[in-house]
């Protein structure tokens, strides 16, 4: 090849080169100057562009709406996270929360959100579809109960959502009656909503002066058909329902005085062991509307029905209606009374007659550990409960979230509410 023809081949492929290079810089140069400013790209914070504004001006939150197509992020059900805030860290989502508040957090999916070394850890890039939220709090507060979604922004501020405050009514199926905590004889004998018992097949001695609410009587109908189906034998007739104070006063003292002729006791020595076996005027269960004595036919009301079929029966399937043995034995040191009282059923409904029998709790044991606790998780029926103590009635329960299902004063003398929801 001659030096002419290489010399031109050269220089070609040099133009070439230089021609290639020229073109992506003006390619690079055309691309950069055509992507969208950061206050046109939704996937960054929105600023304030007004000229008024200060150059270096703190970014003000905003709410995060996330775009659609995001379902590969929704949180994992087999990754989830709760934890226990403390007062201070309760604060930072709530402020108006008391000094002796804690929440439970319950986070989905830790992935997403999660809280360690008192900060809350996000991904700010990845939020749940509905109301950006990361999570699902509980503040149980001196001054409030609180359960909603916990949110947080773009810029990693965490708070509530809005929630309205619930209208509850009080309907006492929890209200706990004892020694320590009577009744007045106003209360006892202002139960309203009373139904008369009047089917012979288990009224005992076709008795006309049996009342019960009405929906502890459909429970109890339940209850007897059931016992009945299991084995006719069993034979149980309601001996006693609802008592008026002066009622159970008439009972109290002839018990009293009985023991003083007979048995040759002081007065202070035949009340106290009659307190121990009949409950005194205003202590009495059976003054709330809710309690019946359920017997076998032929049976007492004392020691010998221990361990009869009935009594066997009602101890293993009472609850399954919605009541509880009241008086159970080994439960004397918590409920006062020394007699076991097999036949003594309350309703407290499902599924708290559930959660009792299976722990093997009286009511008082029930309320120690609630107050104690603050909160109790339990599954019933393939779903999640809780119970949470609440010292005030200002209650804002997102009702996406979870159910309420009892609402009661404790007791008398207890300054408190016990509240039972049913997660969504």
């Not at 230089?18 to 073109?23: E, K, N, Q």
């Not at 606790?373 to 029926?381: C, L």
């Amino acid at each position: 090849m001659k030096d002419k023809e290489k010399k031109t081949i050269i220089l070609l492929i040099t133009a070439g080169i230089l021609f290639s290079i020229a073109a992506g810089i003006l390619i690079f140069i055309f691309s950069h100057e055509s992507t969208p400013s950061a206050s046109e790209n939704p996937s960054q914070p929105v600023t304030n562009t007004s000229s008024e504004a200060p150059v270096n001006s703190p970014i003000p939150t905003q709410e995060y709406t996330p775009k659609e197509g995001l379902n590969e992020h929704l949180p994992n059900p087999d990754n989830p996270y709760t934890v226990i805030l403390e007062a201070s860290e309760v604060k930072l989502i709530d402020n108006t929360a008391s000094d002796d508040a804690y929440a439970v957090v319950y986070f989905p999916d830790i992935s997403i959100a999660n809280y360690e070394n008192d900060k809350f850890i996000l991904n700010t890039g990845v939020f749940h579809e509905k109301n950006n939220y990361i999570g699902i709090a509980t503040i149980i507060s001196g001054n409030f109960v609180k359960s909603g979604y916990l949110l947080s922004d773009r810029d990693e501020t965490v708070y509530m959502s809005k929630i309205e405050k619930n209208t509850v009514q009080d309907d006492v199926s929890l209200k706990i009656i004892n020694r320590d905590n009577p009744i007045t004889q106003q209360e006892a004998d202002s139960i309203t909503g009373l139904v008369q018992l009047t089917d012979p097949d288990y009224v005992l001695d076709n008795r006309d002066d049996l009342f019960i609410l009405n929906h502890v009587k459909e429970a109890l109908e339940k209850l007897l058909l059931a016992a009945d189906a299991y084995d006719a034998s069993l034979n149980m007739h309601v001996a006693s329902a609802h008592r008026t104070f002066e009622t159970q006063k008439q009972s109290f003292d002839y018990w009293v005085n009985r023991r003083i002729a007979e048995e040759n006791m002081t007065y202070a020595q035949a009340y106290e062991y009659t307190a121990g076996r009949v409950a005194i005027p205003g202590c009495s269960e059976h003054h709330n509307g809710l309690t019946l004595d359920v017997i076998g036919y032929g049976y007492m009301l004392d020691e010998s029905s221990k361990g009869a079929p009935y009594a066997l029966w009602l101890k293993d399937n009472s609850y399954r209606y919605g009541f509880t043995i009241r008086y159970e034995e080994g439960k004397e040191q918590y409920t006062q009374i020394m007699l076991y009282e097999p036949w003594h059923i309350r309703y407290v409904g499902l599924p708290t007659a559930y959660y009792l029998y299976t722990n093997n709790l009286s009511m008082e044991e029930f309320y120690y550990s609630l107050i104690n606790q603050k909160y109790i998780d339990f599954e019933y029926d393939g779903y999640q409960y809780r119970y949470i103590y609440s010292q005030s009635d200002n209650i804002y329960i997102d009702t996406d979230i979870m159910e309420i299902i009892q609402y009661s004063a404790i007791a008398s003398g207890v300054d408190g509410y016990v509240l039972l929801c049913k997660s969504k």
